[in-house]
């Protein structure tokens, strides 16, 4: 199979919340594997950080509706006039509280953010995209396995999830593809960083690993290349088996048992 299959060169890429963390790493990444990038996001720091990337950059607030319909397109704009891969990614996680004692402002706000931020995108991308587009949208294993005090969180990827599904069946007509990625724990300020609450929360995959954001681009780059023409309404799970099941390595932490630990 030839390498261009695989390949998103000159693929013109919008990316909101780009300026930092996953979305830092999937710009970084795709601008090395030669795509023209955008970054949209609400922080005016993302100009320097598009700049040191060779990317560009739009000032957007996913929350705003305007925002969303202005800002891609000023994205398109630069970008010559269309865009080829949407990468919704923008994404918060605050403390809400538990069941019965709700702080539903903060509720709101994750919910505003994370899923009608994905709204939005779908509903003011795809008139800038054409046959072949990709939008790829960043979930999590949250929106499957929650967690106490997360679920403004978890509810907003699970509904993010579903809404990966109908939007990949209503613009399959027009030839755009739509996935979904649920990547594990990271080293990102949601994913504790590389502090040792970021460690501490890779028990909860299979494999223990606390993921690099670059690590994690390689994922959404095989999802926008021509090589995933099949893959619409997926929800691709690159979580090191978080929400596989409980792992040895989950328990040993549990139990405190070592004979519980994953072997080497």
Known sequence: MSDEVFSISGRRTVITGGAAGIGLGIATHF??????VVIADLSEAGGAVADAIGAGFQQMDV????SVRDGLAGCAEQLGGR?????????????????GDLDLTAFRKV??????????????GPAHMGEGGV??????????????GLSAY??????????????????????????????GIAKTDMGGGATGEGTALAVLTATGIQREPGE???????LASPAAAPITGATVQAD???TAGLSRLLMSAAFGDSSLQAPS
């Open 31 to 36: 601008r090395a594997a030669g795509a023209e």
């Open 63 to 66: 929350t705003d509706e305007a």
């Open 83 to 99: 865009i080829d891969v949407l990468i919704l990614n923008a994404g918060i996680d605050l403390d809400v509280g538990t069941a």
């Open 135 to 148: 939008v790829l949208i960043t979930s999590s294993p949250a929106g499957r396995v929650t967690l106490e």
């Open 154 to 183: 978890s509810a907003s990827k699970a509904a993010i999830d579903s809404l990966t599904h109908t939007a990949a069946i209503e613009l399959a007509q027009r030839g755009i593809r739509v996935n979904a990625v649920l990547p």
């Open 216 to 222: 994690l681009a390689p994922v959404f780059h095989f």
């Open 240 to 242: 090191d088996g978080m």
């Open 111 to 124: 919910m505003d953010v994370n899923f009608m931020g994905v709204v939005n995108g779908l509903a003011f």
